[in-house]
């Protein structure tokens, strides 16, 4: 009678080597893509040189000190007063032609956008109203950073079908809001050849179109040529509206891009 | 799973240098896996996805950390499992194996007769529930070796302790599962060898 026998080791094995495959779990969750979003969107322990420009408030004092610098180079060169003056439509941002090539960046730089919290909490560490585009809907992620004045947010986008993955930043659209009136130079974008930069009117208020190439975002150090990149960035559409500068970074074309703004500030 | 792991051995070097690609080639990859294990260990699917997420997380950041040609998915396991036991210690008072009891999928072997396939799905039904009776550890290593195919090496990594003590603990779980099965459960019958 075989109920009566005893199972033996191998019986046992072979029956858990039998069973492995039909294990009542749950269904896997995709994880793939919301590991992604969190490695790209968290800070990574860098080279000890990006050290300094991972703390938003020395940032903002490098910021200030070369705003001072800029505006003597402004009034010493003409070529980088045009350059000045034409992005100072949209304050927060100023961008420069790259004489030399663009350094090169392994696949993707995490992206620092600070600390991941939610839609509410976001709003009440920054000083001026959130704009969620209706397009896009809820984010898939929201970053902080409160110690600049007046706070930056950052709205993370997931690929979607309709929307591509840009390897830049491992995402699909990265929208970004500061007070660019407080901090007139929080963002320095480096062109090179490649990228256009086209001035565009969104909702009215001045902006610019980047795209192309990807361009670099970087701090420059005093003025001397010497920059500390931090990332490449991909098809970038800027503008300011009442003292809040607004960034969309995706791999979007113009008017989809544009699409997005329906119904922002 | 042939030549996989001079797939992972790449996939690990380039997500090491930066590449989020590569990373997510590998989450891809090792995502059931790891989310298996946890469960294993918290026995509920809300805590074994969080873990298994914050595992992934946590092992891209401490790539730097991980020996560059060594086998990623013990090293994985290891995360994770420690992962899934800081949520079972919190989450154990709250739900002790909550989950409905489910039944193993039928094998849907068309040469068994329906009894056969009866008694074949009892009797992992009776295997499974008297699997999460056993002590976590016993349920682990039986799992990475019959469920998720480790081999000894690999076992020894994933649990940190030396192969021989793998093989010893090994036989210990065995023998506590044969010791916590009910008195008269019987081995089904072999497919078209129904004893009547």
């Not at chain 1, 898939?140 to 390897?167: C, M």
């Not at chain 2, 068309?110 to 008694?119: H, K, L, R, V, Y």
């Not at chain 2, 195919?149 to 506590?176: H, N, Y």
């Amino acid at each position: 009678m075989a109920d009566l026998q005893r199972i033996t080791d191998v019986e046992l094995e072979r029956a858990l080597r039998d069973l492995g495959p039909r294990y009542p779990y749950p269904p896997t969750p995709n994880l793939a893509s919301k590991v992604r979003l969190r490695i790209t969107a968290q800070p990574v322990a860098r080279p000890r040189r990006f050290e300094l420009w991972r703390d938003p408030r020395r940032l903002a004092l490098v910021a200030a000190v070369l705003l001072v610098l800029l505006g003597a180079a402004a009034v010493a060169n003409p070529a980088t007063r045009d350059a000045i003056a034409h992005f100072f439509h949209v304050r927060g941002v100023i961008v420069n032609r790259q004489a030399s090539p663009l350094p090169s960046f392994s696949p993707v730089t995490p992206l620092d956008l600070g600390r991941r919290t939610t839609l509410a909490d976001a709003q009440s560490s920054v000083k001026f109203n959130i704009a969620v585009p209706a397009e896009l809907g809820a984010p898939d992620a929201v970053y902080v950073v409160s110690d600049i004045p007046g706070g930056e947010v950052a709205l993370a986008y997931t690929p979607r079908p309709s929307i591509p993955l840009v390897t830049q930043t491992g995402l699909g659209v990265l929208v970004t809001e500061f007070r660019g009136d407080l901090n007139p130079v929080f963002l320095m974008k480096g062109l090179g050849e490649g990228t256009t930069a086209e001035e565009v009117s969104v909702n009215g208020d001045p902006g610019w179109w980047i795209s192309g190439q990807p361009h670099m975002i970087y701090v420059e150090v005093g003025g001397q040529g010497q920059s500390v990149p931090l990332r490449l960035a991909a098809n970038t559409l800027i503008w300011e509206h009442a003292g809040v500068t607004y960034r969309i970074e995706s791999g979007l074309s113009k008017a989809d891009a544009f699409r997005i703004t329906a119904g922002l500030p | 799973m042939e030549g996989r792991p001079l797939d992972d051995i790449a996939l690990v070097e380039r997500a090491r240098n930066g590449d989020v690609n590569a990373y997510e080639a590998l989450v891809q990859h090792y995502q059931e896996l790891a989310f298996r294990v946890a469960y294993q260990v918290t026995g509920n699917a809300a805590d074994a996805e969080d873990a298994a997420q914050e595992a992934f997380v946590n092992a891209y950041y401490a790539l730097g950390r991980f020996r560059p040609g060594a086998p990623f998915r013990p090293w994985l396991c290891r995360i994770v499992v420690n992962e899934a036991r800081n949520r079972r210690t919190s989450a154990q008072r709250r739900t002790v194996l909550a989950e409905r009891a489910l039944v193993a999928q039928s094998s849907g072997d068309s040469a068994q007769s329906p009894e056969a396939a009866a008694e074949a799905d009892a009797f992992r039904s009776t295997l499974v529930a008297t699997l999460r009776t056993l002590r976590q550890d016993d349920r682990l290593i039986l799992a990475y070796r019959l469920f998720f195919d480790l081999s000894e090496a690999e076992m020894a990594q994933a649990l940190s302790v030396p192969r021989g003590t793998v093989k010893s603990r090994l036989s210990r779980a065995l023998a506590r599962l044969r010791e916590a099965l009910p008195a008269d459960i019987r081995m089904p019958s072999p497919a078209g060898e129904h004893d009547g």
